[in-house]
């Protein structure tokens, strides 16, 4: 599954939002190219199915990533089953509302924005504390998404959370470059998980597959040039760049 020449041995990679879909399966790939990893995310039966499936070392850490305490403990406690803080940060946790600007509920929308914008915040700015306390730098992937690059209708927050990402990407690379702290992000287009796979069952999701210039969803498995690129060295000048993933989506026709 890694390619070829890109070796993670030695490496610990910090993931949220493990326990299914996107992160579960960054998870395969980082493990797989020889990482340590950490997964991280609230339900930690679905985290030790997804450990019990690696071959090499997995911390299975309980935490929410919207309360700064689990944070903070969760970090804690990594340090204390692995010896060491993560080397490599995967801001992958989130939550979608498939509502439109109108419609959307306001718990909903704050949830949304919690777990998707103020946690890679929270998550990012604890880590790279400890980096720099440290003396050390680091590597950070937030996961964006080509919502949060282009308009799209029926998400509103969750597009506007995931472009505060993207955005949070340049100024967290400008910051911390001087701390030899390396921050980009993957913008994916679409994928079937439990986050939208409703929807692209629909008769709005299947017009939506034939927009994409490629035809069809993207497979886990094509994250995968883009996820080893940045959490390997073969990117130790890229900072501050958001990689989209997508079929080319993003190059629809007007
Ligand atoms: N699938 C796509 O097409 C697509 C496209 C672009 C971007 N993305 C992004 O990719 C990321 C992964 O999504 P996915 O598609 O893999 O969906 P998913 O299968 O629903 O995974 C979401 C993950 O986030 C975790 N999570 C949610 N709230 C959390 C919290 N408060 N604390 C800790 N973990 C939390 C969930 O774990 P627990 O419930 O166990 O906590 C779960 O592991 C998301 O950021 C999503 O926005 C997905």
Redesign the pocket.
């Known amino acids: 599954m890694a390619a070829p020449g890109i070796d993670l041995t030695g490496q610990h990679a910090f993931i ?8 579960a399966h960054f998870a395969k790939v980082l493990s797989s190219a020889g990482a340590t990893v950490g997964l ?4 930690a039966d ?1 985290l030790a199915e997804v450990a019990a499936t690696l071959d090499g070392p997995a911390h299975v850490i309980e ?4 309360a700064p305490d689990s944070i903070a403990a969760g970090l804690d406690a990594y340090l204390h089953s692995a010896g060491q803080l993560p080397d490599i940060l995967i801001n ?5 509302d498939p509502a439109g600007f109108l419609q959307a509920d306001r718990e909903k929308t704050q949830a949304v924005f919690a ?2 914008q103020m ?1 890679v915040m929270d998550v990012t700015q604890d880590l790279c504390r400890r980096w720099v306390a440290n003396g050390q730098g680091g590597n950070v992937i937030h ?5 949060g690059l282009r308009a799209v209708g029926g998400a509103a927050a969750y597009a506007a959370s ?1 472009a505060a990402v993207a955005h949070l990407t340049k100024i967290q690379a400008l910051e911390l470059a001087r701390h030899q702290i390396r921050v980009n992000a993957i913008a ?9 796979e409703d929807f692209l069952e629909t008769d709005a999701g299947q017009a939506l597959i034939k927009r994409i210039p490629m035809r069809r969803c993207g497979t886990r498995d094509d994250l995968n040039g883009a996820l080893l690129l940045l959490a390997s060295g073969m990117s130790a000048y890229m900072t501050g760049t958001v990689i989209p993933v997508d079929g080319g989506h993003l190059c629809s026709s007007l």
């Open positions: 949220t939002g493990a326990s299914s879909g996107l992160g991280a995310a609230r339900r679905k935490m929410d990533v919207t992958n946790a989130g939550i979608a777990t998707n946690a996961i964006s998404s080509i919502t995931k994916p287009g679409y994928f079937a998980t439990e986050i939208n």
